[in-house]
């Protein structure tokens, strides 16, 4: 007797679910036979399951994946988009819960708990170590998980982001940086300082000459003890010499790109994001985006990006910081290691597996690794060019040896790799810093963890506007006042913390540079007052005396600076700054003048993050050209 048609179609169906979920795809359409080969091949390497193989390789989208698991595991799926869960059964106290187990629940049926997860079985070993009733786990996407944990949680989640270190640690946070009694003794300091102004005009001009060149020198040896311990050839180690780890051996790692106003440079980004030399299904690569910006949003989804990306909105709150979106992201990680790029980034392709190298041979403490900076528009004009220079001295000479000396340093805003659970407990970014890798770096000692330096560089789009230059340089250095301040509100915890030689590195590396851009441009009337003064009195002597010591500690100065710049460029292969370097001063009083506005905005908007616009540079269009080539090419290889 002949089967039924419906018969027959039960029976056809039962027989393709009994099947693996890879030929299952194949029958279903949804991927060909060459892709179930090669995510077999690779998953052989990876470890992974082929599902998370498939999706990090753009081979299937996640939601049509995780739709095909449940009917091929006989579990029933939820669309958490079209079928909300029950917001009665949400609760605030269980969103940890739900974070760790990527579950929410969903409905009563019957009576039942039913949670909806992406991994129904690991959800479940989570879930039974909490919940006493019986429940079930039925089977969504990830995306879902994604979008309906931030509908239902932005504002606790929002809230986290922002108050989260404050709560843990309120004298680390900047969220207040002077208390009512605090603003009292420095309001009276200032009074003292006025009248001591008036009263003694000289003496206090010595004291301020004294100050300032105790900053530039004690900077000058720092310089110049970085310069002692320079590599010895004018070439970076080849990054050949990294092995290729097998996959196995990876770490999931995450990726955060925080992004305002950014659709300019997107493609580019991405396009350097996918050249990656990293297991594309062991990579959880998240945009950044806040929620109103609908420009940048629009150009991420317009990409068409692989499974292995995610846009993560973050809900509009002040202070609207980088920090904050950082802190917001942090909540969705799954990597074991985190890294954050900036928008404008383009990492050398080996330098997350360097930097897991790094992790893995060192020991639990040494908890972030950082990345050098370069530019790739270093020599595009006078600014640049000078921005190189600084960049170069910073990252391939001082944070080395810093690095070498176990001693603290502020970390470079981007590229810097974290034990994802070491960030987590130090209380992640403080949300009311502006400049939040400088407080980090610091902080990260103070808890007693270690950071240390890579070599494979990141590519930045260096800052080749004046205003816009002004923007983001005083953006940094109010940071910079800031974490000043923050650590100096209780000196003797944070020499307690930092212990004598991290305190004297502090004052130096912070202190020294806040005072000496504030200062610079007053050395000059202060050298030239010496002069006159001596030629018109008869204290000539001393005066000549006071102008030679100003001229000294200038030339010192600018001197170590120069120097270090010139063998940091050398060691980048950096040609032709010699002259540029030798208009430093010029560069500096820029800087001088960035730390006045910003000394302004520390007091009537310490929170406020200046935005620094990126794809200015004469280089940009072309970038975007490569990376949409690319994108046209990556295309039609999957067709």
């Not at 720092?222 to 002692?228: C, P």
């Not at 897991?356 to 020599?379: I, K």
């Not at 540029?580 to 905005?601: E, G, T, V």
Request: glycine share 6%; aromatic share 10%; charged share 15%.
């Amino acid at each position: 007797m002949s089967d039924t048609p419906g018969f027959a179609d039960a029976r056809t169906a039962l027989s393709l679910t009994s099947l693996p979920i890879g030929h299952y795809l194949v029958a279903a359409g949804l991927i060909s036979n060459t892709d179930l080969n090669e995510g077999l091949a690779r998953q052989k390497h990876s470890g992974l399951r082929l599902g998370e193989e498939l999706i990090g390789h753009g081979k299937i989208r996640p939601v049509d994946f995780y739709r095909a698991l449940a009917t091929q595991t006989g579990l029933p799926f939820v669309n958490l988009i079209s079928d909300i869960p029950d917001e009665s059964l949400l609760t605030v106290a269980q969103l940890d819960l739900y974070l760790e187990a990527r579950a929410l629940p969903w409905r009563r049926v019957k009576g039942t708990l039913v949670f909806a997860s992406t991994d129904p079985r690991a959800a479940r070993a989570v879930l039974e170590t909490c919940l006493s009733e019986p429940f079930l786990v039925y089977q969504t996407s990830s995306f879902d998980i994604l979008w309906t944990t931030q509908k239902f949680f932005a504002e606790e989640l929002s809230a986290h982001a922002r108050d989260r270190l404050h709560t843990m640690n309120p004298t680390a946070s900047a969220k207040v940086l002077l208390g009512d009694t605090a603003r009292l003794v420095c309001i009276a300091l200032l009074c003292c300082l006025v009248l001591a102004i008036i009263v003694l005009p000289t003496a206090m001009l010595l004291l301020a000459n004294f100050v300032a060149a105790l900053a530039f020198l004690s900077l000058a040896a720092l310089r110049l003890t970085a310069l002692r311990g320079a590599r010895r050839t004018v070439t970076p180690p080849p990054l050949t010499t990294l092995t290729t780890a097998p996959g196995t051996a990876l770490p999931r790692y995450s990726v955060l790109v925080p992004m305002l106003r950014e659709a300019e440079v997107l493609p580019i980004l991405v396009n350097a994001l996918k050249r990656l030399d990293y297991p594309p299904a062991k990579l959880d690569i998240k945009l950044v985006l806040e929620a109103d910006d609908k420009e940048t949003i629009d150009a991420a989804r317009s990409l068409t990006l692989p499974g292995n990306f995610e846009i993560i909105r973050v809900p509009g709150s002040e202070p609207m910081t980088k920090p904050k979106a950082c802190n917001y992201a942090l909540h969705f990680v799954r990597g074991d290691y985190v890294v954050v790029f900036d928008a404008e980034d383009m990492p050398h392709p080996q330098q997350l597996r360097e930097a897991a190298r790094a992790f893995e041979q060192g020991d639990a403490m040494l908890a972030c690794v950082q990345a050098p900076l370069t530019y790739y528009n270093w020599g595009e004009n006078w600014l640049t060019k000078h921005f190189a220079i600084e960049y170069a001295a910073i990252f391939d000479l001082l944070l080395p040896m810093l690095s070498r000396l176990n001693l603290p340093f502020p970390l470079g805003g981007t590229s810097t790799h974290f034990r994802t659970d070491a960030l987590r407990a130090v209380g992640a970014w403080d949300a009311y810093n502006v400049t939040e890798d400088a407080d980090l770096g610091f902080r990260l000692y103070e808890a007693g963890y270690r950071t240390a330096t890579i070599i494979a560089p990141t590519l930045e789009e260096a800052n080749c506007h004046l205003p816009n230059w002004v923007r983001q340089r005083s953006r940094w250095l109010k940071g910079w006042m800031q974490t000043y301040l923050v650590r100096m509100r209780h000196p003797i915890l944070t020499w307690r913390q930092l212990g004598p030689r991290g305190f004297v590195i502090f004052q130096i590396v912070i202190g020294a540079f806040i005072l000496s851009a504030l200062l610079h441009p007053l050395f000059y009337p202060m050298m030239t007052y010496a002069l006159v003064l001596g030629l018109q009195q008869a204290t000539s002597f001393q005066s000549g005396l006071l102008a030679l010591f100003n001229l000294t500690v200038l030339v010192l100065g600018f001197s170590a600076a120069i120097l270090s710049g010139l063998v940091g460029a050398m060691l980048r292969r950096l040609d032709g700054l010699s002259l540029h370097a030798l208009s430093m001063p010029a560069y500096w009083l820029l800087i001088s003048f960035a730390s006045y506005k910003a000394l302004f905005q520390l007091i009537t908007r310490p929170h406020y993050w200046e935005k620094t616009v990126h794809g200015l540079s004469v280089f940009t269009p072309s970038l975007t050209a490569q990376a949409r080539t690319a994108r046209v090419a990556t295309d039609r290889h999957k067709a």
